[in-house]
């Protein structure tokens, strides 16, 4: 008998939080750090769940590239297709005002 089972990468994916759902609605805020050094613009994802509503929030740096500012507007940002199903692997969450608020999430399908 084996005694040193490894899990395999697959197993390692399966393991955790999953949400399954729509997606309503994406919407993009750019804020000012309160410490002055720039920029950071956050991503809000409404995802309708069966029962429910979830918010994915994701937050990005203006360096990065993946969105694009104009002033204090956001001109570009990743924005997750509306009404398709979408799957996330939920790796943080918290609980605001009795919503379920997704703080940081891996995009599985």
């Known amino acids: 008998m084996d005694t040193n ?16 759902g729509i997606v309503m609605s994406s919407v993009a805020k750019a ?10 613009v ?9 029962p429910g509503l979830a918010t994915w929030e994701a937050f990005h740096d ?3 590239g993946k ?20 799957t996330l692997k939920v790796l943080r969450w918290e609980e605001k005002d009795k919503r379920f608020v ?3 999430a891996e995009l599985v399908a």
């Open 5 to 20: 089972a490894k899990p395999t990468a697959q197993a390692e994916k399966l393991n955790g939080l999953f949400v399954r």
């Open 42 to 50: 956050i991503v809000r994802n409404e995802i309708a769940l069966q």
């Open 102 to 104: 997704i703080k940081d």
């Open 31 to 40: 804020l000012k750090r309160k410490d002055g050094t720039g920029m950071f």
């Open 62 to 64: 203006p360096k990065d």
């Open 67 to 86: 969105v694009k500012l104009d002033g204090e507007n956001v001109i570009e940002f990743p924005k997750l297709p509306d009404f398709q199903p979408v």
